[in-house]
Nanobody
C-alpha cells in the first residue's frame, strides 16, 4: 500500500501561483511514477502532469503546458506541482496518484490516489 497526502491548495487570484505537494509513505517511493490529476465539479477527472520514477521524464496536459511544472524529490518521498499563471478554469480538486507501471496520461495506470487538495482561482 502507498499512502498519499496532498497539501498546498488554497484560494489565489488569477495570474498567481501555488505549489502543491504530495507526500508518500508505505512503499519505496522511487518504484512509482507519479501523476497529478484534477476534478472540477460536474466534470470528469482529468490528467494534469506526470513524472517518471527517476524524474527524468515529464508529461503535461496541453492546458497546463508552459505554466505548470511537476518535480519530485525521492529522498523526501514527495512530488510537487508548481502552478504559475493560474486561471479561473484551473479551479478544481487536485489529486496525486502513484503508478507502479510508469508515467502516463491514463487514470488506469495509477493504483494509489490521495484525497485531494482544493485549488480555487478567482478572476
Amino acid at each position: 500500500q502507498v499512502q498519499l497526502v496532498e497539501s498546498g491548495g488554497g484560494l489565489v487570484q488569477a495570474g498567481g501561483s501555488l505549489r502543491l505537494s504530495c507526500a508518500a509513505s508505505g512503499r519505496t517511493f522511487s518504484n512509482y511514477a507519479m501523476g497529478w490529476f484534477r476534478q472540477a465539479p460536474g466534470k470528469e477527472r482529468e490528467f494534469v502532469a506526470a513524472i517518471s520514477k527517476s524524474g527524468g521524464m515529464t508529461y503535461y496536459a496541453d492546458s497546463v503546458k508552459g505554466r505548470f511544472i511537476i518535480s519530485r524529490d525521492n529522498a523526501k518521498n514527495t512530488v510537487y506541482l508548481q502552478m504559475n499563471s493560474l486561471k479561473p478554469e484551473d479551479t478544481a480538486v487536485y489529486l496525486c496518484a502513484a503508478s507502479p507501471l510508469g508515467a502516463g496520461t491514463s487514470r488506469g495506470l495509477y493504483t494509489y490516489w490521495g484525497q485531494g487538495t482544493q485549488v480555487t482561482v478567482s478572476s
